[in-house]
């Protein structure tokens, strides 16, 4: 099994072709399209949904997102993930982190915590 990524409405939208395009059995969705959170959801709707869809946020949103995740915790609620992207990374070497990633984890492997690339 693959896990599954959601990209939030600031992350450029060439990381989705890319990662599917590299690694078609990777599901990448974005913010904004059906069955996603609208553009413009909070924070807290978009983890709510990644919790319930089972799928790893994507964001560059550092300063506020642990906040949110925080909070949500503190209601008792899970989320399978978050990965922080990392602006000193080329497009291609964050790319490759997260196919790697997506194809050698385990669902519950980054539960409830956010992870800044590159992981290693």
Request: proline share 5%.
């Amino acid at each position: 099994m693959t896990l599954k990524y959601l990209l939030d409405e600031n992350v450029d939208s060439v990381y989705q072709v890319q990662i599917q395009r590299q690694e078609p059995e990777v599901i990448v969705f974005r913010i904004g399209m059906p069955g996603t959170p609208s553009i413009q959801s909070s924070d807290s709707d978009i983890l709510c949904w990644c919790e319930e869809h089972s799928f790893i946020l994507l964001t560059n949103n550092r300063k506020s997102m642990p906040v949110h995740l925080a909070d949500h915790l503190a209601q008792g609620r899970h989320v399978p993930g978050i990965f922080i992207l990392n602006n000193e990374l080329s497009l291609g070497q964050q790319l490759e982190e997260l196919i790697l990633i997506a194809m050698a984890s385990e669902e519950t492997d980054f539960q409830d915590r956010i992870t800044y690339l590159p992981i290693v």
